[in-house]
């Protein structure tokens, strides 16, 4: 009953999170084990009725078994009533977010003189001649897209002398022969070759965090937009939700984006991933609950005060125009359903704010680090 109330209140995909910690699973593990031997001791000692056997260790170790499911059951207890509230929930989505950030994005941002990245490879344009000998890959099953192999793909386009670039990233949901890939100089679209390119994909029925950093970030949105609901009515979670959203961002925009460009060991350009930006992360964390949460001036201050905070440590061109961009959709939206004087002056210099310190220059100069 309390799962199903927490589940409708911050989301049923959040329930992933608390069936897999240690506590859940190490109480329904003692409490399945102790009704299990309890029944086959049961058993035994109906075959050995009328005999003289000494249960002494048997009974005392079920009685034991029982003590450590009572135990448990306390902790359990405590457990499930710290788990489903809304913070510790919202803490544990951030802790996995800042995990999978440090796992895909490892790398601190370094820019040169014009504000471009010095490690990342763009991925190529092809020009028409090449375009007229694209082959396409059509996907062979519906289901999200989890995680990409990229050296079976690397495998493949060497043994085939040619290039492959995927259209889509972990976290795409494909559909039974859409396009998915491109594969130049031209390649018979045969099936083996569909079913190799398929092979290094793997589908699942629905995202997973492994290689998806947008899977916590709608976790948090998730939960954000379900305290945002004319049912539930709770500013306070959203904005904890917005704060956590702008403390990832603040680490993003100051790591590098992994190159999405694979080469053989002859230095031959085989794999171009479809590579997820700082730009499309923000637009996945601010784009709903600015929807749904432009009426709320609480909800749209602390996102205009979470944006200038990511305005102060972007450096890259694409990020800022991206900040500015989300703060003047923001504001606009929120002026336009609030008519109370004083509300509109907090919004309006909320969002001055954001343009001052996007009109600035980039906190770091060439050559500079920053982790």
């Given at each position: 009953v309390v799962l199903s109330l927490a589940s409708s209140q911050l989301g049923p995909r959040l329930l992933r999170n608390f069936m897999r910690a240690p506590s859940t699973q190490m109480g329904l593990g003692i409490f399945t084990s102790t009704f299990l031997y309890c029944l086959l001791l049961l058993t035994w000692l109906q075959t050995v009725a009328g005999e003289s056997v000494?249960?002494?260790?048997?009974?005392?170790?079920?009685?034991?078994?029982?003590l450590?499911?009572?135990?448990?059951?306390?902790?359990?207890?405590?457990h499930v009533s710290i788990y489903i509230q809304a913070e510790t929930v919202i803490q544990a989505v951030s802790d996995e977010l800042g995990e999978v950030i440090d796992r895909l994005f490892p790398d601190p941002l370094d820019l040169d003189a014009d504000g471009e990245s010095t490690a990342k490879e763009e991925p190529p344009v092809l020009p028409p001649r090449v375009l007229a000998q694209v082959s396409l890959i059509a996907a062979l099953d519906d289901g999200y897209l989890q995680a990409v192999n990229v050296p079976k793909l690397v495998d493949l386009a060497q043994r085939m002398n040619a290039t492959v670039a995927l259209f889509c990233h972990p976290g795409h949901y494909l559909v039974s022969n859409a396009p998915i890939a491109q594969i130049w100089p031209c390649q018979e679209a045969t099936p083996e070759l569909a079913a190799t390119v398929?092979?290094?994909?793997?589908?699942g029925?629905?995202?997973?965090?492994?290689?998806d950093v947008e899977f916590s970030i709608r976790q948090l949105v998730e939960v954000a937009l379900r305290a945002l609901s004319p049912g539930i009515n709770d500013p306070y979670t959203a904005v904890?939700?917005?704060?956590?959203?702008?403390?990832?961002?603040?680490?993003?925009?100051r790591r590098e984006v992994p190159d999405p460009c694979y080469r053989d060991q002859e230095g031959r350009l085989r794999v171009v991933l479809n590579p997820v930006t700082f730009p499309d992360i923000l637009d996945a964390a601010f784009n709903q609950i600015r929807q749904y949460g432009y009426s709320s001036v609480a909800v749209t201050v602390r996102v205009l005060e979470g944006l200038a905070t990511l305005a102060g440590v972007a450096r890259r061109d694409a990020d800022r125009s991206a900040i500015g961009h989300h703060a003047?959709?923001?504001?606009?939206?929120?002026?336009?359903?609030?008519?109370?004087?004083?509300?509109?002056?907090?919004?309006?210099?909320?969002?001055?704010?954001?343009?001052d310190l996007l009109g600035e220059a980039p906190p770091a100069s060439k050559g500079v680090v920053v982790k």
């Open positions: 000494t249960l002494r260790i048997s009974l005392s170790l079920a009685v034991v078994l029982a450590a499911s009572l135990l448990m059951l306390v902790h359990y207890i405590h398929n092979g290094a994909l793997v589908l029925s629905r995202p997973t965090p492994e290689q904890a939700c917005v704060d956590r959203l702008t403390s990832a961002l603040s680490v993003l925009a003047e959709m923001m504001a606009s939206a929120c002026l336009a359903a609030i008519d109370e004087a004083h509300d509109r002056a907090a919004v309006e210099a909320r969002h001055e704010t954001v343009k």
